[in-house]
């Protein structure tokens, strides 16, 4: 409807995203136009992240750190978050590799804090407390921007709908332009 280029999606949404370009894929051939492009996928640069509990992160699962949590709430899910299996006891050596906890690391934290980490972790030179506590510390570092934009609009509801009225306006326009060459190629 919207004619994207390109969907930003997880690597679970890919499926959902090549059923969209089959369907434009079979309207295009059928009415012999091209109304829908196929859309590519956008994957960020970490496509699938693990939730609190080791699973795929997913609100179904209550197991998200969402942008609207508070820092408290933030932290104190990390700190609730499920490590290397293995690791029983602090002097146990770990291993990153396995650990839910060490993947935050690799997508929050700098080169030198993420080999740190990992040193550490497999000697047993830092618990997994301090771990969720550095990883926490780099989270809540970049979501504070997010968490301040987001009160500054709590203040300003005029604002937020201004943006939501605008939005709407422009995708209703592409819309109804999508929906008359649909009608042209069906000759409705």
């Not at 090549?18 to 059928?30: G, P, Q, S």
């Amino acid at each position: 409807m919207y004619k994207p280029d390109f969907v930003p999606v997880g690597k679970d949404q890919l499926p959902h995203l090549e059923l969209t370009r089959e369907l434009a894929r079979r309207f295009n051939d059928i009415y012999k136009t091209a109304v829908f492009p196929e859309p590519k996928e956008h994957l960020t640069k970490f496509p699938k992240v693990l939730g609190t509990d080791g699973r795929k992160m997913s609100k179904s699962y209550n197991n998200t750190i969402n942008l609207s949590d508070t820092e408290p709430v933030v932290r104190q899910k990390l700190k609730t978050m499920v490590t290397d299996p293995a690791r029983m006891r602090r002097t146990d050596p770990g291993n990153p590799d396995l650990c839910p906890v060490y993947e935050f690391h690799s997508i929050y934290s700098p080169q030198a804090v993420r080999d740190q980490v990992n040193t550490d972790c497999r000697s047993a030179a830092i618990g997994c407390i301090d771990c969720k506590k550095l990883v926490a510390d780099r989270i809540v570092d970049q979501l504070a921007p997010i968490w301040d934009k987001r009160a500054k609009l709590t203040q300003e509801p005029s604002r937020v709908d201004e943006i939501v009225d605008a939005g709407s306006k422009r995708a209703a326009e592409v819309a109804s332009a999508t929906l008359h060459e649909v009608n042209e190629a069906m000759k409705i």
